[in-house]
C-alpha cells in the first residue's frame, strides 16, 4: 500500500496550501484518514482525520476554523484545505490510513497503519 502526499510548498503567513493524498490501500472508502505534521525538533502532532464516511471530521484546537479536512472516496484521495496560515503550521505534513475499517475520526498515532513519504510546507513571515 502506498500513500503519496504532494501540495506542499513554500507560501506567506495568511495564504493557503492545499494538500493531497492518493493511496493504493484497497477499500479505500472503509478506512478514515488522517494528517499529522511534525516540526524540526518537535514531535509528530496530530492535524485533522475524517471519517470513512466523511461524515464526521476532527482538528487539533489550534488549526480549528483555518484547516479543512475532506475526501473524495471515488478517487482515493484525502485532502487537507489549509488557509490563514501561521509560520508555526510550518512543518512536513503526512497522510496517513487507518488501522481499523469504519471507525470514527482518531487523533492518535498508533490508530494509523499505513503512512506516506510526507509533504513539506513552509510558512515565511
Known amino acids: 500500500v502506498q500513500l503519496q502526499a504532494s501540495g506542499g510548498g513554500l507560501v506567506q503567513a495568511g495564504g493557503s496550501l492545499r494538500l493531497s493524498c492518493v493511496t493504493s490501500r484497497r477499500s479505500f472508502s472503509s478506512y478514515g484518514m488522517g494528517w499529522f505534521r511534525q516540526a524540526p525538533g518537535k514531535e509528530r502532532e496530530f492535524v485533522a482525520a475524517?471519517?470513512?464516511?466523511?461524515?464526521?471530521?476532527t482538528y487539533v484546537d489550534s488549526v480549528k476554523g483555518r484547516f479543512t479536512i475532506s475526501r473524495d472516496n471515488a478517487k482515493n484521495t484525502v485532502y487537507l484545505q489549509m488557509n490563514s496560515l501561521k509560520p508555526e503550521d510550518a512543518a512536513v505534513y503526512y497522510c496517513a490510513s487507518a488501522l481499523l475499517p469504519r471507525r470514527s475520526p482518531a487523533s492518535g498515532a498508533n490508530d494509523y497503519y499505513y503512512w506516506g513519504q510526507g509533504t513539506q510546507v513552509t510558512v515565511s513571515s
Open positions: 475524517i471519517s470513512w464516511s466523511g461524515a464526521t471530521t
